[in-house]
């Protein structure tokens, strides 16, 4: 027992750990691909459609077709990839195993940042239970725009943590502008790493700053002046924030509505005339009656915030859709999975209801030893080493609650350094409460 325990420990220490972990998971990830096939979605499904118009016009998205007539611009990165994919290869697949190899990278990223925040020992715990957390294992067998858009924030987020070349600024911040494409989400990583630049880092603060920033607006000019070309207006990422603000402005429940109107008779999201219209003269119209209404109701409006944030963290089992037996409906994500149907059918659960409620306490205990490394970092006044991952989950969760409904995928871009936390939580009593060891 002893010696397994010893391995154990020189396995969990060993630098080189979360590269073969990294494989692994990636060869894993290829034949859950291969005997899963692709998961629809609604957003996936959505994508397809609209690179397929953007094919038909010869254009990238947005194109004119998709700007008039429609109520938003939707996620510009991740409809360009499904355009690519069907343009060069007529197929979702090659865009599936980009995904499978950006999902691994993004594991690889997760322990190198730590390494570099922490330790070794705490990245390789947070590798294991990044790869080993059921809902992240279906994941790449979607086409959604949470796996591009984390990846990318990573890495943006390592090069500027561990580098001290200015170009290396310059990048990293071309790289967010390139997250932000996928995800607008992604600008809380940006701020978050300006944030530390200014109050952990002692040298070149200006200079450092500045690259990231001509960075971030370079390739916000770059993609933004190619569309105004195109199309006659400077899009660069998704347009859909008073689209979702004017939602919630009438809607009472904190939690998204599936199967409704999405325009509601009589409320401020209802455009007469819509299909006339651009998706920029919508959001305008959208923007001024929100405004107006958030004048006259911002504590009835804040008021919901907690609940969405209950609502978003209470569960995490959105991709284990990937797992179930009959998938040619979107929709069958939201009948079988929901846990209130699961405590409904406790007695009589099916296969992959048991794999979720395994997934539901695996989070669970995420969650808790999250809670508990960040008091273990706070206790013990480790500042620098909380202030990254405390920034973007605190941070980005009340800025997604704020203007959005808080779907329980949205929190996907903040789940690494949730689990970050819990590994320093591990390591603390693994080292017998020796904070020195994190």
């Not at 569309?227 to 009472?252: D, I, K, V």
């Not at 999201?269 to 119209?285: F, L, P, S, V, W």
């Not at 997934?359 to 960040?374: E, K, M, Q, R």
């Amino acid at each position: 027992m002893a010696y397994i325990y010893k391995m154990g420990r020189n396995i969990l220490q060993n630098n080189h750990f979360i590269y073969y972990i990294t494989c692994i998971y990636f060869g894993v990830l290829l034949f859950i691909l291969a005997f899963y096939n692709y998961t629809p979605t609604n957003d996936g499904d959505g994508y397809i459609e609209f690179a397929k118009v953007c094919i038909n016009s010869n254009q990238a998205y947005p194109c004119m077709a998709l700007i008039q007539g429609q109520p938003f611009i939707w996620n510009i990165g991740s409809i360009n990839l499904v355009y690519l994919s069907l343009i060069l290869f007529n197929s979702l697949y090659p865009l599936l195993i980009l995904l499978c190899l950006l999902k691994a990278f993004t594991a690889l990223l997760i322990g190198k940042i730590t390494q570099k925040l922490f330790n070794t020992q705490i990245a390789n715990i947070s590798i294991i239970l990044y790869v080993f957390y059921p809902n992240n294992l279906g994941q790449s067998t979607t086409i959604l725009s949470e796996i591009p858009m984390i990846c990318m924030a990573l890495a943006a987020l390592y090069i500027a943590i561990t580098q001290e070349k200015i170009w290396c600024f310059l990048i990293s911040g071309i790289i967010f502008g390139l997250a932000n494409w996928f995800r607008p989400i992604g600008i809380v990583f940006l701020g978050t790493i300006i944030l530390y630049i200014i109050f952990f880092q002692k040298t070149n603060k200006t200079k450092k700053i500045t690259s990231l920033c001509c960075g971030y607006i370079l390739f916000i000019a770059t993609v933004g002046i190619e569309c105004y070309h195109r199309t006659g207006y400077f899009l660069y990422q998704a347009e859909s924030l008073w689209f979702n603000m004017a939602e919630a402005t009438y809607e009472p429940s904190v939690a998204p509505q599936y199967g409704t109107d999405p325009y509601p008779k009589g409320t401020i999201r209802y455009i007469d005339k819509m299909q006339e219209k651009t998706a920029i003269e919508c959001n305008e119209i959208w923007k001024e009656r929100s405004l107006k209404w958030l004048k006259r109701h911002s504590l009835e409006y804040l008021g919901k915030i907690p609940g969405r944030l209950i609502y978003m963290y209470y569960n995490d089992m959105d991709n284990l859709s990937a797992f179930l037996s009959n998938k040619k409906n979107a929709e069958n994500n939201y009948i079988t999975l929901p846990y209130r149907n699961i405590i409904k059918d406790f007695f009589h659960l099916s296969r992959i209801q048991y794999f979720a409620l395994y997934n539901w306490i695996y989070y669970l205990i995420i969650l808790i030893l999250s809670f508990l490394g960040t008091f273990i970092l706070l206790k013990y006044r480790e500042y620098g080493k909380a202030f990254i991952p405390l920034m973007i989950i605190i941070g980005g969760s009340i800025s997604l609650v704020l203007a959005i409904h808080g779907e329980t995928r949205f929190k996907a871009p903040f789940m690494p350094f949730i689990f970050i936390l819990a590994a320093v939580t591990i390591t603390h009593y693994m080292n017998k409460n020796k904070i020195k060891q994190l």
